[in-house]
């Protein structure tokens, strides 16, 4: 405890383990309730400065708002004068508030006497430091977040020390901690692994002691959770359970993620393995493994694939090998290009491609189309193939073959063909005569080459494919399209809100739609030097690429008229867009109603948007006249004259 005058303090304190295999699991147990401490060696100059970076975007990320104190330690081992820079360096390059965390302060300390000074000296002024930021924390609205306030009064009601906690909160918190103590102390004596963890019933009965009634137990119980003291929550199949130590949770997870469990002879080769081999360095009951794994999944640490096997996403090669995609046929006219869309950041967080890669793999929906892309509609079924069980929520034990996962990226391939590629990519310029990329390190990439596949099989004679409704082979891809991109900006919102760049602020997202001609080099090779347009570029193959953004074909598209890129002039919406054209409900040609008109009710409106409105409809069938109630969404353009469309709706 630090104590002064007035107040006492104590800390809970936690050390996040350093290697690059635990990060993942660091995404688990980041708290908006903390002050964070930030290390460096002070030994290390200026590459130590620098890679503080991961470690406070990650702060930024899953805990905004929170406060963080940066120390260098090791300060007998360098100059009064070095210490002063790395200090002074530090402090400037990680001031920017809306991409790192605040930083309140830069401590530098020594374990060691040093010039007539005793470590005690540093080590006090760290602490003081810590003390007086605490001091100055005051809770959110929605008290959920701590804040640096540094002109926060002490009597401020919003005050850290100004809450108050009920004492059978505090009284539970004891209660707990010495149940793990106890439980710990058996297991030494009895040779035994101590299991922190309780069903419900087992919790309540005791525990209930310390609180009024079970709404208050319930209470304390969130409160404890959001402390960090326990771990309870409310999804299906763990609401029931509770994990009485964090710490010993953290290490069940890194048993399982870590690669110096994985040998020659383990049934976990290259992140992929059986599920029973999960847990064989933690002495889990056979009755609390499924909790286990359902708690790993909910932090999409691991993802099940059927009844018997997982992917580990962390543990999978750094990088996958997939079929090489053919370039384009030689008659353009009817062309459907590959459809993708890129985000761009200037930093990727740990955690964010495994469980990427997780919600793509066992998405359902998304392995049902490409089901009906593969041996309904595009491709003849091959033998071996995986499928999908529409009948229940899972795959078969051969699904894996069709995807190729790696760690910073996922393919899909059916008969040696690439499908779908999602994959990160650096950001980097192109030649110093060519326009300044898109700001941003980093991006994500999300490929979809089905539709190019049709021209393609038509320009060759391919036999095995059925070509019979191409519209609706299109529509599958689009749909492909639209769920991968709500996967990856949903993840971004959920799990690291702020990681996706705007053009005019550093957070939210912004879609981008590379132009396919300047993807493809097309008209004119090496020859042709795109106008000087900066921020709007990315470098494919050291070329430049024109990016859309998403939203800016929409007029165009209310308009029916093309979208233009100023290199290559016309681009029609439908080729890197079809979505924005609802083609991802276009229906199979057997299927559709004939003779049908829409008629559109505008006087009656349902609802308004950014974009347009939504009103009733009739569709009537010409031959019976058959009449169906539908709702209509219409998109309007803006004049000029107006600054948004949502004036035109008011």
Known sequence: ATKSATKSVRFLAWDFAGQDVYHTTHQCFYSRRSLYLALFRLTDGIQGVEELKPWLRNVQLRAPGCPVIIVGTHLDQVSNEEAKQLKEMAMEKYKDISFYPKIVSVEIVSSVKQRGLFATKYIEKLQRAIYDTACHLQVSSDGGTLEYKPDLAQDNPKALFQQKIPVSFLNLQDAIREEVAASQRHSIESSTKAIPIMDEKTFKATFMKHCDDEDELNEAVYFLHMQGTLLHFEDHGLRNVYFLDPQWLAKLMASVINPDSQNKSSPIQNGIGEIGQLFTQVDIPDSLNEQCIQL????????????????????????GSYAPVQSCPSDLTHYQPPLRRFWVSKYIPDGFWPRLICRIAGDQQINKVIKGLSNETLFSPMEGCGSFSE????????????????????????????????????????????????QGSVRIEVHIHVPEWIELAKEHGEDNISLNDPNYVHSLATSLIVMISQHVKALGSDWFPGMFLTPSSQHGFTTYMPCWKCYAQLEGGDNWQPPNLPGRYIAQDEKPVYCFIFEECIVPVVQQKDIQCPVHGSVKVIQIAPDLMFWDLQQPASSQEADETLKINTSDILGKGGYGFVCTGELVRKHDARIKAVAVKVFLQVPMGHNTIAELLD
């Open 296 to 319: 790993l999944e909910k932090f999409e640490l691991v993802l099940r694939i059927g009844r018997d096997r997982v992917i580990i996403p962390s543990l999978l090669p750094e990088r």
């Open 391 to 438: 009948s229940h929520d899972e795959c078969t034990t051969d699904y894996l073959d069709d995807w190729i996962p790696w760690k910073t990226g996922i393919a899909c391939t059916q008969q040696e063909r690439t499908l779908v590629v999602i994959t990160q990519e650096e950001n980097k310029d192109g030649g110093k005569d060519e326009p300044k990329c898109i």
